[in-house]
């Protein structure tokens, strides 16, 4: 038999354990239908550069030379290989097997992009639940509850109300963080603002942590320093 396309004599190969009838000159390929469907099943994309081949071609059957069909593989590929149906055989120009195997498992750009949003999508959940701890509130207030707790049993009355002053802002900035950070213009005594920007909600609300855990911070650095 010789080449629809070039007319040099094709060769007998074995591709995957299929007789597979080869141009050596434009590395086009004829095979059974029933050896394209098993081919093209088994086949893995090899990431080898990709021809021509994506054009509709009519070429004449090198068994028959009956004028092939173009068609589209899989209706949409925009891949257009010839087949002889008296034949049943496939004409595959070079590069079409390559691009049809990695229409059928995805373009590996497309499968990179897959796997880099599916990446995305995993660290943003785990953002959002670091931001969830950030501003939680029942476990804000348990360490509030602790503090006066404590103040009660080892100070009395009078150090539940500094205490209960003192974590007004903190739980404030954990529990309301996006209007805290807001609030701006605010006035300390000498008639300046000292607060002249918006700060984001999780900065407000860290700052609450922090300020919400210096006092435990403080007993702990006393308890272990002395
Ligand atoms: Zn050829
Ligand atoms: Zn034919």
Not at 4 to 21: D, F, I, M, Q
Not at 60 to 86: E, T
Not at 113 to 141: H, V
Not at 179 to 208: E, S, Y
Request: hydrophobic share 45%; net charge positive; proline share 6%.
């Amino acid at each position: 038999m010789d080449c629809p396309a070039c007319r040099k004599s094709l060769t007998l190969v074995s591709l995957n354990g299929l007789p597979v009838e080869r141009c050596e000159s434009c590395r086009g390929q004829w095979l059974s239908f029933a050896g394209f469907g098993q081919l093209v099943r088994g086949a893995e994309p090899t990431g080898e550069a990709i021809g021509g081949g994506s054009n509709p071609v009519e070429l004449a059957c090198p068994k028959c030379r009956q004028p092939m069909v173009p068609f589209n593989y899989a209706y949409d590929s925009g891949i257009f290989i010839n087949r002889c149906h008296a034949c049943d055989g496939i004409w595959l120009a070079s590069g079409q097997l390559e691009r049809i195997v990695r229409h059928r498992s995805g373009s590996p750009a497309l499968r990179r992009l897959g796997d880099a949003w599916a990446k995305e999508i995993r660290s943003e959940n785990r953002l959002q639940s670091a931001r969830l701890w950030l501003r939680s509130r029942g476990l804000s207030t348990s360490v509030a509850v602790i503090y006066v707790l404590a103040a009660a049993v080892t100070g009395g009355l009078e150090s539940v109300l500094y205490l209960a002053l003192f974590l007004v802002w903190p739980l404030a900035c954990i529990w309301f963080p996006d209007g805290m950070g807001n609030l701006v213009g605010i006035t300390l005594g000498h008639g300046r603002p000292v607060i002249t920007q918006r700060t984001p909600g999780d900065f407000v609300a860290i700052g609450g942590w922090i300020l919400l855990l210096s006092p435990l911070a403080a007993v702990l650095f006393i308890y272990f320093a002395f």
